[in-house]
């Protein structure tokens, strides 16, 4: 089964998509984390992204469609959430490109729907583990240690991008090139639509039903 989980930056995509991973088995593909960590590693691709990424904007299609070309095939049997791609049209008829030529469709597209006025607050509360990734907020759920992540230990950072001149950046971005989609997959008769508000577990839960009605 193949899923797109897409939604306003802050809708809480890589929140529910690690939880489908751990309790649903699915492999994820988020084209943030596969910037993030080609800026980590300093390569030349991922210096170019940092500079627009930084910018809240969005990083070119070819660069991005190349990134989840690559990760597919190397596990191209497998069920795979696409969290933060597609994020333009081209990309969602690229990806319906790419998954019809390894024979398995696209099943839904999952639009994780949140009041436009929390976004800033999940966005600017947010801290991330530099070591391991995972993500808290300092008010909804706070690590036990202020700056320590509770999984591995780890310093928290606040993302350079969650800054509030650069999410409104990224708002405008979703609106102008990523919104669309919801037409795109609605014309497909994949678009389902998930209440993303509410305490983590209720959004999973109604997460949940929708993945297992398809
Ligand atoms: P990316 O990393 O994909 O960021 P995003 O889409 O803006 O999404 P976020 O990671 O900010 O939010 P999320 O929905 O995952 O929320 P989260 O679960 O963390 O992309 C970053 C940049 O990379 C882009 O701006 C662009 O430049 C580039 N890029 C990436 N993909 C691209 C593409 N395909 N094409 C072009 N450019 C691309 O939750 C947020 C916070 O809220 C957390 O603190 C969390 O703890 C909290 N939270 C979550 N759920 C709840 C809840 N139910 N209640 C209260 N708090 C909650």
């Known amino acids: 089964m193949n899923l797109v989980l897409f939604g306003p930056p802050g809708a809480g995509k890589g929140t529910q998509s690690s939880l489908l991973i751990e309790r649903k088995g699915f492999n994820h593909i988020s084209t943030g984390d596969l910037l993030r960590e080609a800026i980590k590693a300093q390569s030349d691709l991922g210096m170019a992204a940092k500079k627009i990424m930084d910018q809240g904007q969005l990083v070119p299609d070819d660069v991005v469609i190349g990134l989840v070309k690559e990760k597919l095939a190397s596990k191209p049997e497998a ?3 696409f969290d933060g791609f597609p994020r333009t049209e081209a990309q969602a008829k690229a990806l319906d490109a790419l998954l019809e030529d390894l024979g398995r469709p696209l099943n839904k597209a999952i639009f994780l ?9 999940r966005l600017t ?26 999984v591995c230990g780890g310093e ?8 509030e001149e650069v999410i409104s950046k990224r708002l405008e971005a979703y ?25 983590v577990e209720e959004v999973f839960s109604r997460l949940s039903q929708e993945v297992a009605s398809t």
Request: aromatic share 6%; glycine share 8%; net charge neutral.
């Open 79 to 81: 069920s795979f959430i």
């Open 156 to 163: 928290l950072i606040q993302r350079p991008d969650d800054k």
């Open 125 to 150: 509360g947010r801290r991330v583990c530099q070591k391991c990734g995972a993500t808290f907020h300092i008010h909804a759920s706070p690590p036990q240690k202020e700056g320590v992540c509770d």
């Open 175 to 199: 609106m102008n090139s990523t919104a669309p989609l919801k037409d795109f997959y609605a014309s497909q008769g994949k678009l389902k639509t998930v209440e993303g508000e509410g305490e």
């Open 113 to 121: 729907e949140v009041d436009h006025k929390k976004l800033t607050d």
